[in-house]
């Protein structure tokens, strides 16, 4: 068989050329510099901030060298962009902010550690909300990033880049990291898979934190096996991070291909209605019936206290994040203004000039809920509501396998649409931030397109560490719309 | 009027666990700047705290010494204030939940018996050290070692229970025999490893609410503490007495000018915004650790004073003396457990070995006479084999060779001559040589005894048992 050269190459998935690449009809070399040269076309999305160009390409040597000595890895070949608040050793980690500008990481993160152990070839870091705050990617220091599928829109949040990536076809797969909806919200404008998994399925040792309690990083794919085959490497207890969970990691192919017969289906209905877009909640009627007809039940639930998800994920989140942005003083590395004549001059000026408006509002806010004389109006509170929305999903899934949502209440919008109003930017998490405060598992699964034919995606949650549930029927969904 | 003082204090011990309390890095004292450092204890973006057990082990050892309740469950929270030292911009210390709380600590003050409470002991991490004024450093410049940042810290604080600035020493150094004999700190004030911050107030005696504290700091030696609280006392005094009111603040003494000198205002500031560490899960103290971790407890300082007094019937004064450190007790009880009169191995230690050890800087793990070689040497002052006078000599000869006193005693002749006929002769010869001598002694003059004693000694190098000399010489000279 000829070797297929770059500019043959019309790959949907990794999954779909895995064999090819094991048997050598692929060589990662030829892989590589196709997305190599994509990325490059597709500069004008803005969808990177680093190209590792020189680096992947040894790095595909070393796979194809690796697949020659029949010890191919589980992702071999699979042509990797990393958001850029994973850190890698040598390489610049911006996190979207001028305030890391100049860092380089000392160490590396243990994804990026497992999944190179797995043959993974990284060839950039993605562009993100600064410091992951933002729902837009209008908050990075880099400029925004333009949706594949309209320029005009965004791509979504915090994510933006590693989605945009991955639906245009620049990668295969990316990272992302979901703090609130950051890998789920932009999977859904840019009409690719994306996963939240379990607080504490995956380590976050370098992954630059925004909210702790909340961050995790999860893989956007243009499939859902792809996205469970990255998770499956990436996933698993770390004794560098004392809240990942030392249990054992199924196996999340296993489920992928089984029907959704007999598997209760839960709505929370107030994730429907006032401020849905209708084109959404077309998508989702028509998802029910689909499910309905595989021999799913479906069933109304309430989670009664949805309301209060917004206002309590902003206050522990911000809280949380006033806290983990302190080590950006300039001191040790990251800017320093030239300005200061004293050390607290030096602070004031360097964290000013070093973090945008976003990341500045969300200090102020956390710091506030955190002084004294209002901890107890607002975090210890903000605690106790944490407890009452996860109790009200543990709840749910008494007698609900999964849960059904939207992803979000509207396809992207326009570039600029929501800059001027954080409010109204704020409730475009209203969907998935609920699953961060209760630590569950979501993935976003494409299942349709609005009528200007941009894509829906919708949510599938299930209990703690009920991976093989959302996959088992996110790919049941995937599958009927091909 | 008549004030009482009240005093609170805060100690800072730093754990000797061979790592730091987050990251694997040493924690050793002394190594070149900036070398005991990784991403973790740098604060890098993206780390993550590991909490090292070893520090909570050491922890619920101080708790279960002082007669704290462990908590089954508690909690790391983060403390937030810039400093260049602190390269997280926060600390990782505990708040709320704590390890130990409600403990005390018995004392005896002037003979008085004084309970002091503890409100709390909890785990910390250090900062590291800002160097300023230094030879190396520039004047308008400070530099960082990071080397003390992640250090294991506990925080032990007592309520304000105590009177007086000697309460405050006596009880300061009970606490750091504790810690010393837990082998979990080793009590440096001089070199930080112990620190002490006070809170003092005065009242009018009789009153029960308290007066304005002020927090003093920067006190590097317990001598430091009770001066810098004697101070503060009078210097609150002073201000009341003349009817002003005492602001609270903060304080540093100045050991060389001895006075305390108030911090700027705007450095403290501080609004530390407290709230539990999400990187780190709740520490879950098992029943059975603590138990494990008590069933492996030495015998505590007081404890052993007691056992001293009663089992070894010591004066309370030696008691203290040799429980002074856990190393010196163990030697004392295994010299002790070859000798029936404790007192006499009391004697040598207080006396010969504490000097030596004073004087060669030594401790006593480092001392070159074993247990076993020193009772073999006051067994023979027991026996009477050999004087003490002749022992310290053999105790000098000790100090330089491993030869057992027996050994020494016997290749040098020393042995003590008790036996009437050898001494026979000699004070025969004694009497013959020195006439006058005795027409004075039986003229009354019976303080010659010693001189006749002294002779004898000389003629004997030291051998003779002074006490048959004594007596053969009285039947000898009265008989003429």
């Known amino acids: 068989m000829r070797e297929k050269s770059g500019s043959d190459l019309a790959v949907n998935s990794y999954s779909e050329i895995r064999n090819e690449i094991l048997s050598r009809n692929i060589t990662c070399t030829a892989l590589t510099a196709h997305y190599l040269e994509k990325m490059d076309e597709g500069r004008d999305m803005n969808a990177f901030i680093s190209f590792f160009s020189v680096h992947a390409m040894q790095q595909a040597e070393q796979v194809d060298l690796a697949i020659q000595n029949g010890n191919a890895g589980a992702l071999a070949g699979l042509i990797l962009a990393v958001k850029d608040n994973i850190v890698i050793e040598g390489q610049k980690a911006t996190c979207g902010s001028n305030i890391l500008n100049n860092f380089v990481s000392p160490y590396t993160a243990t994804v990026i550690e497992r999944l190179e152990s797995a043959g993974a070839i990284i060839v950039g870091k993605t562009n993100m909300d600064e410091f992951a705050m933002g729902s837009s990617n209008e908050t990075s220091h880099y400029g925004v990033v333009r949706n594949p599928l309209d320029p005009e829109r965004v791509p979504g949040g915090s994510s933006g880049g590693s989605a945009a990536a991955v639906a245009a076809n620049m990668c295969l797969a990316a990272l992302g990291s979901d703090t609130g909806g950051s890998i789920r919200q932009p999977a859904s404008f840019c009409g690719v898979v994306g996963i939240k998994p379990t607080y504490g399925r995956v380590s976050r040792y370098g992954l630059v934190a925004y909210g702790s309690s909340f961050d995790q990083i999860g893989p956007i794919t243009r499939s859902v096996e792809d996205n469970a085959r990255i998770l499956q490497c990436i996933a698993g207890f770390d004794e560098r991070d004392s809240t990942s969970a030392d249990m054992p990691v199924p196996d999340y192919t296993t489920t992928l291909g089984q029907d959704v017969n007999g598997i209760t289906i839960g709505l929370p209905k107030e994730y429907m209605g006032e401020g849905l877009q209708p084109d959404i909640q077309a998508t989702l009627d028509e998802t029910i019936q689909l499910l309905e007809q595989a021999g799913a039940t479906i069933k109304p639930i309430s989670l009664p206290h949805t309301e209060y998800a917004i206002a309590d994920y902003y206050i522990l989140v911000t809280a949380e994040a006033s806290s983990n942005l302190e080590r950006y003083d300039g001191v040790r590395y990251g800017h320093r203004s030239r300005e200061a004549a004293s050390l607290e001059e030096m602070y004031v000026n360097s964290r000013s000039e070093g973090f945008g408006a976003e990341v500045k509002r969300r200090i102020m806010l956390g710091s506030y809920v955190l002084s004294a004389g209002y901890y107890d109006a607002y975090y210890r509170k903000a605690q106790k509501v944490r407890r009452l929305i996860s109790n009200d999903f543990h709840k749910a899934f008494e007698t609900c396998d999964c849960l059904l949502t939207p992803t979000a209440p509207s396809t992207a919008f326009k570039i600029g649409e929501k800059t001027d109003d954080p409010l109204h930017m704020y409730l475009s998490d209203i969907y998935t931030v609920p699953i961060n405060l209760a630590g569950i598992p979501a993935i976003a699964v494409p299942c349709g397109t609005d009528n200007q034919n941009l894509p829906i995606g919708l949510q599938l949650m299930a209990k703690p560490f009920d991976e093989p549930m959302i996959y088992r029927v996110a790919h049941f969904l995937e599958q009927a719309q091909r | ?480």
């Open chain 2, 1 to 480: 009027m008549e004030f009482e003082t009240v005093i609170g204090l805060e100690i800072h011990a730093q754990l000797l666990t061979s790592t730091k309390i987050f990251c694997t890095c040493s924690s050793s004292f002394g190594a070149e700047q900036n070398t005991h450092a990784c991403p973790v204890c740098l604060g890098m973006p993206g780390v993550l705290p590991v909490l090292n057990k070893k520090v909570v082990e050491y922890a619920i050892k101080m708790g279960l010494a002082t007669n704290c309740k462990i908590a089954s469950r508690s909690i790391f929270a983060r403390k937030n204030y810039f400093y260049p030292d602190l390269p997280k911009g926060y600390q990782i210390s505990q708040f709320e939940e704590p390890i130990c709380e409600y403990g005390h600590v018995d004392i005896i003050v002037e003979g008085e018996p004084r309970r002091i409470r503890l409100t709390r002991i909890h785990m910390e991490e250090d900062a590291g050290k800002s160097i300023h004024a230094e030879e190396f450093v520039a004047s308008d410049e400070t530099l960082v070692d990071v080397n003390r940042c992640g250090t294991p810290l506990i925080e032990i604080v007592t309520e304000p229970d105590i009177r007086s600035p000697r309460e405050a020493f006596v009880f300061l150094n009970e606490l750091r025999q504790i810690l010393r004999y837990l082998n979990i700190c080793d009590g440096n004030m001089e070199e930080g490893s112990l620190r002490c911050d006070a809170n003092i107030s005065i009242r009018p005696k009789g009153d029960t609410k308290l007066g304005t504290k002020a927090e003093l700091k920067n006190m590097n030696s317990f001598r430091g503490v009770e001066k810098a609280i004697e101070y503060e006392v009078l210097r609150q005094t002073d201000i009341i007495t003349s009817g002003g009111k005492v602001q609270q603040q903060t304080l540093l003494w100045d050991d060389k000018r001895m006075e305390v000198q108030p911090i700027r205002s705007k450095e403290m500031a501080h609004d530390y915004r407290y709230f539990p560490d999400p990187d780190l899960v709740p520490v879950d103290v098992a029943p059975e650790w603590i138990e494990a971790i008590r069933a492996d407890m030495p015998e505590l300082p007081a404890a052993r004073r007691e056992r001293f007094r009663t089992q070894f019937k010591l004066p309370e004064y030696d008691a203290a003396v040799l429980t002074e450190t856990k190393d010196v007790a163990d030697y004392f009880e295994a010299v002790a457990a070859h000798i029936d009169d404790a007192k006499l191995v009391s004697n040598w230690i207080m006396g010969e070995v504490l000097r030596t050890l004073n004087e060669q800087k030594l401790d006593i793990a480092d001392f070159p006479i074993n247990p076993q070689r020193l009772a073999g040497l006051v067994d023979l002052i027991q026996k009477s084999v050999i004087s003490g006078k002749i022992a310290k000599s053999v105790f000098t000869e000790m100090l330089t060779s491993t030869d057992s006193a027996q050994q020494i005693v016997d290749a040098k002749g020393l042995t003590q001559v008790s036996d009437s006929s050898e001494l026979d002769q000699v004070i025969n010869d004694i009497i013959t040589a020195n006439p006058d001598a005795v027409e004075r002694f039986k003229a009354g003059e019976t303080k010659l005894t010693g001189f006749f004693v002294g002779q004898i000694m000389k003629a004997t190098q030291g051998k003779a048992n002074p006490k048959v000399v004594n007596q053969l010489l009285m039947e000898k000279l009265n008989k003429k």
